[in-house]
């Protein structure tokens, strides 16, 4: 009678767990709903301290204007015409530079990653140009290349070459050498080894250096502008304080932080489409 009673006992002891439900769509859906309020309300509120701080005397509203005040010269330049005028010829020259030095960096930075000799032959130049900032070249490039577009859009070429460059051979460098031991036993030839070992493993690293250059593009160029343009958004926010027309200069400066926002996830969806066989973490 009393191992009748413990029975069940023992069944429920050692019952298996009730398998874990797996997450579905609609979790996904609400943390990205989460993320995307947590970002509007962060951005709401800087922008409501930036309406309210000059209103209320709490910063100068000659230096600082109200956001508001900034939003509606940002609508006359763009009624205008003046700021897709300044926003044109600023993309124009980012994106060239910025197209040249990774069509010109990935594949260098390919070679001397995995061709020793190349990387010997090299490595001297690399290490005096890299560490030569961009700006400090800037009225060398405009000697020999003049104040048109062309010195422009070198100078925003040579900055993006570097982090594009560093990261390609780092990331060829630093390929699993156990991917590499079974690549070989595979009797794969060299093109196919570069083709499937090496080119996907070094991807996520170089979109790395290119979300980088991507950055610096918008950067160097606004200070190349700044020294000898007629037109770009440098051009507008420069002539803008000198002339004393703060809103305009700050209308300008949120443009350029839109672009680089903007620019910035356009690299970041690339990158998922390229890696888009890699586990995310915690997966």
């Known amino acids: ?5 413990e029975t069940p006992s023992r069944t429920e002891d050692h019952a298996p767990p009730a ?3 797996p997450r579905g769509a609609v979790a996904r859906l609400a943390d990205a709903l989460l993320t995307a309020v947590g970002k509007v309300v962060a951005i709401a ?23 508001s005040t900034v939003l509606e010269s940002w609508w006359d330049l763009a009624v205008s015409g003046k700021l897709l005028d300044n926003t044109q010829a600023s993309l124009v020259r980012s994106l060239s530079g910025f197209g040249l030095a990774v069509a010109a960096a990935v594949p260098l930075g390919l070679l001397i990653g995995w061709y020793k000799p190349v990387a010997n032959l090299l490595s001297p130049l690399l290490e005096v140009f890299r560490n030569t900032a961009a700006l400090a070249l ?6 020999l290349l003049g104040i048109g577009e062309t010195s422009k859009i070198a100078i925003v070429c040579y900055a993006c070459t570097w982090p594009v460059l560093l ?10 050498p156990t991917l590499l031991r079974l690549a070989r036993s595979m009797d794969l030839s060299g093109f196919r ?21 991507g950055a610096l593009s918008i950067l160097v160029l606004v200070a190349a502008e700044m020294v000898g343009a007629k037109a770009g958004l440098g051009y507008l926010i420069n002539a803008s304080q000198f002339n004393f027309a703060i809103p305009q200069m700050y209308a300008g400066i949120i443009t350029l932080s839109a672009i680089g926002v903007l620019f910035n996830q356009v690299l970041v969806a690339l990158e998922r489409r390229f890696t888009s066989w890699r586990v995310p973490v915690g997966a």
């Open 19 to 21: 398998p874990a439900r």
């Open 45 to 67: 509120v800087v922008l409501a301290v930036w309406e309210i701080a000059p209103r209320f005397g709490l910063v100068d509203s000659t230096f600082l204007p109200p956001f």
């Open 1 to 5: 009678m009393t191992a009748l009673l």
């Open 138 to 143: 800037l009225p060398v490039f405009v000697l």
């Open 193 to 213: 080894l570069f083709q499937k070992v090496i080119l996907p493993s070094a991807v996520p690293t170089v979109f790395t250096g290119v979300r980088l250059a």
């Open 167 to 176: 990261n390609t051979i780092s990331a060829v460098r630093a390929v699993d």
